[in-house]
DNA sequence: GTCAAGCGTTTGTCCTGACAAATGACGTCC
DNA sequence: GGACGTCATTTGTCAGGACAAACGCTTGAC
C-alpha cells in the first residue's frame, strides 16, 4: 500500500503546515558537495571527489542469503535506511554498480533492481558516465493511500465516527455512474461525521456497491471503511480523487458547527480494486481550517 | 516528467467533474470475463481460459531493432496503446513471458521490463502461477507535476498571466523556511493573476531562490513558471504539496472578481530539482467554482 | 462428499556476460 | 588561451539460462 494522501493539519490556517525538520541553510546556486560513499578498490586516481574529508564510515552493507527476504530487497532496506538515518548525506555519490555487486558478492543486476527501486521512490538519482547520487532527503514516500480515519489516528487525534445513515437505496447519477452501476440501482449509502477531540472535522458521504462487504453500523463507529474493506479481502488498487472548495451549505454548517456559507474542502475519489471495479464513490467535506491535503509529487524521467 | 495534480474543472460547482468515458454497467460482483491475448502455440490443454469467443486478433506486436528506442519501452508503448484503444479489454490475460518473449525475438528480462512500467504505472497487475492481467482501463496516467499554464492549455482555455509583481525582496518566513534561506535574504517574488477566457482564476504567489533563473516580466505573461524553469535547464524533481480551503480576504477577492468571505482553494507547493535544491515555493488560491485538483493514486503492492 | 496431495503453469529472483551511450576530465592543436 | 578530440568511467540496454515460489486445477485418499 503506497500512494495516499490526507494528511492532518492542525493548525488554524492553511498556512504552511509541513513539518519541515530543522530548514537546513543552502546558499542558493550552492549543490551539496560531491562525496563518496564506498572507499574505490585503489584503481585509477580517476573519478574520486572524495571531498568532504575522506570517507567517515565505508558504510557497512550485507545481505544474507539464507533469509527468504529477496537480496534486492534487503540491500534497498540498508540503503534507504542510511539515507533516512543521513548516513548517506545528500549529494553523496554511490561507488558505481560493479564494484558495489563485487563487494557484496551480488550480481549487478541484483544491484541495479535495488538501486532502481530507490529511484522509484525518488531517494536517489542515476546519471549516465556519472554515477547514482543521494538525492535531497526532503523527499518522504510518495503519498499512500489511507484514509482519514488512519490519518487521524498515527497523527494522535483521537478519530471519531457517528454514522447519521447506513442504508441501502436507489443511486443517484453521480454514484451510480462513479460505480458503474444503472441510475436508480440499489447501492449501499453510508453518512458519518468524522471528528477529532470530539470537534467535527468532515461529513463523508459514501457509496458503495450492495453484497460486496457487510457493514454494520457498529463497524463503523469505531474504525475507517477502508480498514473494514481491506479486512473484507477487498485489495484497492487505485483512485481517482478529485479536490476543490465550495461554501457550506446550511445543513452542513449545522453538522459541522460551522456557519452557512463558510468555505468547505471537498473531495470526491472512486476507488477501485485491482480487477478495475469501483469498490467505493465517496463525497467528503471538510472544514477549511481543521484539515488539509498533503501530499508529495514524484518526476518520474 | 510523471505524476502531476491540477486538472482543470470546467463545471461551476466541483460535483463530480472526472470525465467518466461511458459508464460502463457491471453488475455488482461480477469480474470482467478473462480472456488470453495471445494464441498459446499449441501447448498443453492448461490454462487456456479463452473465453470470449477465442482471440479476435493475436494482437500485432513487433520491435524495430534498427531504432534508437530501446526495445522494452518499443514494446511497452505497443501495450500501452493496446490497453487504451480498447484492443487489451480489461481483464484480459496477456500471455505468458516466455512465449512473448520467444515470439517477439526478445529475451524474458526485456519482456519482463516492458511489463513492469506498465505494472508501475498501475495499468497491469501480475500474478505468480496466473499471468499479467490488464486492469480496468479507468486508470488514466499517474499525474504529472504540470503547471496551471499548462493545464489550462491543453484544456484548450486560453490561458492569461496579468504580472501583479516581480521583484527581488527579503524572505519572509514561510518563504525562506521552504526554500532553505536565512529569513530576511533575498529571494525573487513573483506575484501574477492566471486566468482563462479573459475570466480571472487564481492567484499565483511564487518565491524563488535568488540568480536561479532571470525572470523577465515579458516572459512571465507570456508562458508558464515551469516552462521557464525547464527552459532554462532545471530539472525538476520532486513537489511538496499541501491543499486546503478558506475564505478570501478583501484584496483577494477584488483581484478575482468574488466577494470577501468566498470559498477559495489553496495550495501551497514546494518544488525540488534532481539535486534537492529547493527550485520555488508557490502559495496559490484558486476560486473555488473554477478550478479544482484532480488526480489518480495508485497503490503499490 | 470432502479434504489433502500432486503437478503443471507462470511469475519472482538471481547469475554471467556483453556492448552501447552519455558524461566529464584530460590532453592536444590552433 | 580557447576550442576540439580522445579516453576512462559509469549507467543503460539486452541476451540466455537457472531455480524457487505461488497459484489453480486435477487426482487421489479417507
Redesign the pocket.
Known sequence: MRHAVAKKDGGALPGIPLGRAAPRVIPRGERPGVRYAMA?SG??N??RPVTERGNDQPLPLSVDRTS?V????QLARQLEAAVEQGRLAPGTL??????LAHRL??????V??AIQSLVDKGLMV???????QVVHSQVRRPLELSSLYDDLETAGQRPGTLVLRNAVEPAGAEAAAALGVPEGSEVHAVERLRSAHGEPVALLRNHLPLGLLPLPTGELEETGLYRLMRAAGITLHSARQSVGARAAAQAEARLLEEHAGAPLLTMERTTYDDTGRAVEFGSHVYRAGRYAFEFQLLVRP
Open positions: 574505490l584503481q585509477a580517476y573519478a527468504p529477496p537480496l534486492y530487497f554511490l561507488g558505481n554498480e560493479i564494484d558478492g551480488l550480481s549487478r543486476p541484483t541495479r533492481q542515476r546519471r549516465r558516465g556519472v554515477g547514482t
